[in-house]
């Protein structure tokens, strides 16, 4: 197959909008203040050691913050925190004003974290690759907090929040 194309952009698009994942917020704190962003592109890469990743646009405001601290907080959402996804989700709401929303706790390494999410870590940046528009972060998690076991998930499936 040497002279396949590469698949249209929008193809792609479509394909993985029906991979449904789970949604996070994103999160780290450091000399630049509080900053986070709702992340569907975290998946687990092993377990020996204990490692995820999570896909961050360079463009995004949170991105330098990240690169800066080396540590980050990953906030598994229950299904009825899809308001919270939606403010984390979009440039239109300043940090003041995201933050503002939800309960919030410093962690063991100061990582903001939802007090009542389905499950949060905190996490050290361990490597860095630069793929296309994103950076790829592998991240090693050094603490983890199981929150919720009387609710479900929230899943992005199909440009569409569903539940878990
Ligand atoms: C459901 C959902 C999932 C998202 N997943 C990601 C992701 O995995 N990586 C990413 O870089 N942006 C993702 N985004 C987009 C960012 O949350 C958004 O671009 C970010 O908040 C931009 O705002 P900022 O640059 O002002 O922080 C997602 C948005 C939504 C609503």
Not at 56 to 85: K, M, P
Request: hydrophobic fraction near 45%; charged fraction near 20%.
């Amino acid at each position: 197959m040497p002279d396949r194309l590469p698949l249209p952009k929008h193809v792609f698009r479509d394909a993985m909008a029906r991979l449904a994942s789970a949604v996070t917020i994103v999160t780290t704190d450091g000399a630049g203040g509080r900053h986070g962003f709702t992340a569907s592109a975290v998946c687990s890469v092993s377990d020996d050691p204990a490692t995820l990743l999570v896909c961050v646009n360079r463009s995004a405001s949170t991105h330098a913050h990240l690169v800066a601290n080396g540590l980050l907080g990953i906030n598994i959402l229950t299904h009825d925190q899809e308001s919270l996804s939606t403010l984390f989700g979009s440039s239109r709401h300043d940090m003041e004003t995201r933050f503002a929303a939800g309960r919030w706790k410093r962690g063991e390494i100061g990582m903001p974290l939802l007090v009542d999410a389905l499950v949060s870590m905190e996490c050290r940046i361990a490597q860095m690759q630069e793929v296309g528009t994103h950076t790829v972060m592998f991240v090693e998690p050094l603490c983890a907090e199981f929150l919720r076991s009387d609710i479900s998930g929230l899943v992005w499936f199909d440009r569409a929040y569903r539940r878990a």
